[in-house]
């Protein structure tokens, strides 16, 4: 189902900001003039996303550093771990992640919409 979102001007180039959208918070923004929009929380351990940070077309996570592609989606990077030479992880799968979750998002006459199942 399209939801209007917000007018164009609202969204910046290389910025993004939150929007509630069926109680689900929902993160648009846009990169170097494309538009995305992906779900807030962070596949790995749920942090805002929105509190992360640009790198190239990456959204890297606050809290542990993970890097997700904000276009394809994918967990792009994951930084070490490893604190100090005698540490010694207690399980992988904390560190497992899986990708983003995307919405299609188009500008139809200077506003925004996402599309959400």
């Known amino acids: 189902m399209l939801h209007k979102v917000c007018a ?3 969204i910046l180039d290389d910025s993004w900001k939150v ?3 069926d109680n689900v918070d929902i993160l648009i923004g846009k990169r170097h ?3 995305f929009a992906c779900n807030n929380s962070c596949p ?8 992360g940070a640009f790198k190239d077309d990456n959204i890297v996570c606050y809290m542990h550093g993970y890097e997700y592609n904000v276009f394809t989606g994918r967990l792009e990077n994951m ?12 399980s992988p ?16 006459d ?7 199942p």
């Open 8 to 10: 164009s001007s609202e």
């Open 19 to 21: 929007f509630t959208i």
């Open 33 to 35: 003039g494309r538009l």
């Open 44 to 51: 790995h351990r749920g942090a805002s996303l929105a509190k």
């Open 79 to 90: 930084k070490s771990w490893k604190k100090e030479a005698t540490w010694v992880e207690q």
């Open 93 to 108: 799968e904390w560190r497992k992640s899986g990708d983003l979750v995307l919405y299609p998002v188009v500008q139809k």
């Open 110 to 116: 200077e506003t925004v919409y996402v599309d959400l």
